[in-house]
């Protein structure tokens, strides 16, 4: 069984997840069940991670600290490269893999939907399976220029990910992220570039 927690940073609550804005509170579970089924998709169990939801600012600070780009992006995965560190439940009746964790700026996932005229939701579910394919050890093409990567659907990885959200579109997270209109969550999945990386 695959454990997922959600947690939203949060600026007002001093950092603390605890309260997270009140737009987020309706969908952080249906975040929490749609990263489960995209484990079940890609035939992961015992998994256990969280999604971070965060600012612009938060991630910009995590991406300065850890990949020394002092800039924002939509998604960062932090993967833990042991496959056995292992957390024991139940008794020691079965081990949860923890493959590492992803956080997501919510400030950037808007932008990114507006450019690239795709619904929030959908590219909310993109994000999140795209962390879910770095945690899996996958990578973007190795000998595309960085700006490129995130754009090219020929690379495994991107077809995958487009794969897996065309299989899952139905589901739904949210029906709007801060200023998303009702119409603009109503026109579906789209096929549009992929992204991973700052546009």
Request: hydrophobic share 35%; proline share 5%.
């Amino acid at each position: 069984m695959n454990n997922v927690s959600v947690a939203i940073f949060s600026e007002a609550s001093g950092g603390d997840c605890a309260e997270p804005p009140s737009y987020a509170v309706p969908w952080n579970n249906k975040a929490r069940l749609f990263a489960l089924k995209v484990l079940k998709e890609i035939k992961h169990d015992n998994w256990e991670f969280s999604i971070l939801f965060c600012d612009d600012k938060k991630i910009k600070e995590l991406n300065y600290q850890f990949r020394n780009i002092n800039e924002p992006t939509d998604i960062l995965t932090f993967k833990i490269d042991d496959p056995s560190i292992q957390f024991p439940i139940h008794d020691n009746k079965a081990a949860l893999y923890n493959p590492g964790d992803i956080v997501i700026s919510l400030d950037t996932l808007k932008e990114n939907s507006l450019y690239f005229n795709v619904p929030a939701d959908e590219e909310l579910r993109r994000l999140i399976i795209h962390g879910i394919l770095h945690l899996d050890g996958m990578d973007h093409a190795a000998k595309l220029p960085a700006r490129n990567k995130a754009n090219n659907t020929n690379e495994p990885m991107l077809e995958l990910q487009e794969k897996i959200l065309n299989k899952l579109k139905d589901i739904r997270i949210i029906s709007g992220i801060s200023g998303e209109t009702s119409s603009e969550a109503s026109r579906g999945n789209s096929s549009a570039a992929s992204r991973g990386g700052k546009k």
